[in-house]
């Protein structure tokens, strides 16, 4: 069974740092892209960041751009946001995907593109 299991979320003061994991499993997650979305109360869920299958590309929202790093451990079957810099803005549910055919780079920020969610994590900045 197909699983994507978030974990490292959690109360943060602005201007501090927190590292999320997304633990997957079920299906060959070397062969998948991976991204990271968030939603906060009341918006629609938006695009953070993603990775290719290797690691080779990145790609990431203007809103988190030099503050946020995605990486991967295909070895581990984990994906990570490092997340620097935390702004009460940032407060949200975030969300590891995963996506078949990344190449479509035009596809990257569109969540229905993706085949596979996690359930989220929450992770709130305080000011």
């Known amino acids: 069974q197909v699983q994507l299991v978030e974990s490292g979320g959690g109360l943060v003061q602005a201007g501090g740092s927190l590292t999320l994991s997304c633990a997957a499993s079920?299906?060959?997650?070397?062969?998948?892209?991976m991204g990271w979305f968030r939603k906060a109360p009341g918006k629609e869920r938006e695009f953070v960041a993603a990775?290719?299958?290797?690691?080779?590309?990145?790609y990431y929202a203007d809103s988190v751009k030099g503050r946020f790093t995605i990486s991967r451990d295909n070895a581990k079957n984990t994906v990570y946001l490092q997340m620097n810099t935390l702004k009460p803005e940032d407060t949200a549910v975030y969300y590891c995907?995963?996506?078949?055919?990344?190449?479509?780079?035009?596809?990257?920020?569109?969540?229905?593109?993706?085949?596979?969610w996690g359930q989220g994590t929450q992770v709130a900045v305080s000011s």
């Open positions: 990775i290719s299958w290797n690691g080779g590309s990145t």
């Open positions: 079920g299906f060959t997650f070397s062969s998948y892209g």
């Open positions: 995907a995963a996506k078949q055919r990344m190449y479509y780079t035009d596809d990257i920020p569109i969540p229905s593109k993706y085949d596979y």
